[in-house]
């Protein structure tokens, strides 16, 4: 969480698209074209398959490859964030300002502690890091929650619920057989409503908690001569908002509507044509 998940590059097109790999190419083919003989690029051509060949599987070709994937990932990562925080309402946004200063004070009072605990210090580090982004992202989702809530009348669908349930008996097979899914997709609905309200809940109480233990950490790191004293209470902590998260993100994909329902919503064919009953 601390830090943006990094995909193992294709080293041998990084290889290729090198940039002096592609001046060397290009000088082959401009010599080619000067002299009016081939020769000049059947030699690039040779040593281009060595240099594929050789260059992709070097260790140090490799880490630079990943040292610069990882800055492009990482600034773009950062700027999904600032977007992010840039949408927060203002009391989140002011939450979000207090925590940075904590973290500030935080790091202040680690770098005082001896050289040797610097290594681990810079690792809490990240995860200062990773746990201010956490925030601004159960924030954000908190927010989409909220709209929707606001958008979405429960009442009124339980209303809909009960008047086409009421009149199903009445109903003909066919309109029977529609508004069976009709009421199956209204109660995932309803479901969906509820499970929305708990997730606000739970991200609340989740923002609560990074804030209370962030502050706990300021108060510890003032007397503290090990940073290794905090490093279970903020495994822990990362460990249960990333578990938040993912619960966050799930509610989406269980109240997708599914193949078999939204199939289920269109008539059978009639006039060689097939369409929606329901938009």
């Known amino acids: 969480m601390t830090q943006p998940q990094q995909r193992e590059p294709n080293f041998v097109r990084e290889a290729f698209h090198w940039q002096y790999n592609l001046i060397a190419l290009g000088g082959a083919v401009a010599a080619s074209l000067v002299s009016l003989s081939p020769l000049p690029l059947m030699l690039a051509a040779g040593v281009e398959l060595m240099y594929i060949a050789t260059v992709p599987n070097m260790s140090r070709f490799r880490r630079l490859v990943r040292s610069r994937q990882y800055e492009v990932e990482k600034k773009q990562h950062d700027e999904m964030l600032k977007g992010l925080l840039y949408a927060l309402p203002p009391e989140a946004k002011g939450r ?59 009442d009124a669908i339980k209303r809909e619920i009960g008047a086409l349930s009421s009149r199903l008996p009445k109903d003909s097979p066919r309109v029977q057989e529609v508004n069976r899914k009709r009421i ?26 990074i804030e209370d233990v962030l502050q706990l950490i300021r108060e510890q790191s003032m007397t503290m001569s090990d940073p290794r004293q905090v490093s279970e209470r903020l495994d822990s902590l990362v460990r249960d908002v990333e578990s938040t998260e993912d619960a966050v993100r799930e509610v989406e994909g269980i109240f997708q509507m599914s193949p078999e329902i939204e199939g289920s919503l269109e008539p059978p064919e009639a006039g060689g044509g097939r369409g929606r009953l329901l938009n």
């Not at 201010?132 to 992202?137: P, Q």
């Open 184 to 209: 199956e997709i209204l109660e995932k609905r309803v479901e969906k409503f509820g499970k929305i309200q708990e997730n606000r809940q739970v991200i609340d109480a989740q923002c609560r908690a």
């Open 96 to 154: 979000y300002r207090q925590l940075q200063e904590i973290c500030g004070k935080i790091r202040l009072n680690l770098a005082q502690l001896s050289s040797t605990s610097q290594i681990f210090v810079s690792q809490l580090d990240g995860r200062l890091n990773g746990l201010l982004a956490a925030f601004v992202r159960l924030s954000n989702y908190d927010v989409q929650h909220i709209q929707y809530l606001q958008s979405t009348n429960a």
